[in-house]
């Protein structure tokens, strides 16, 4: 049986500042934007390329917003990766460099924590 993680909810203050920062600034794609009620409003941004999405909105979330840390994506250039940010505005940290990889780490406006992550070749 596979087990497919496909959704992970991201705690936001402000939906609409959080859909133009996932959309506009870091090129995700907007798969649904739902007003269900008054108390709940369901945003699904997925990044290209991923098999996972994430979710955000009003009345989807117990997290305080900012607490989510450690939300990670892959890309194959991690130098090309940054630069794309820094371009659309996103306050984003140097490369390092670890054995497992290289890094840049960004915050989404409320403080949620991402990861970029460049993997490193197959030790041999």
């Known amino acids: 049986m596979d087990w497919r993680l496909e959704l992970v909810g991201v705690p936001v203050t402000d939906v609409d500042r959080a859909k133009r920062f996932y959309v506009e600034q870091l090129g995700f794609v907007a798969d649904h934007d739902h007003t269900v009620s008054d108390e ?30 450690g939300l990670q994506v892959v890309v194959e250039n991690v130098d090309a990766a940054r630069e ?29 924590g991402w990861a970029v992550q460049e993997l490193s070749p197959p030790r041999q």
């Open 84 to 112: 794309q940010l820094l371009g659309n505005g996103v306050e984003v940290g140097e490369v390092q460099e670890f054995p497992w990889g290289r890094f840049v780490f960004f915050s989404d406006p409320d403080g949620n």
């Open 40 to 69: 709940i409003r369901f945003v699904q941004i997925t990044p290209p390329g991923s098999g996972c999405s994430i979710a955000f909105g009003k009345g989807i979330s117990p997290m305080q917003p900012g607490t989510l840390q």
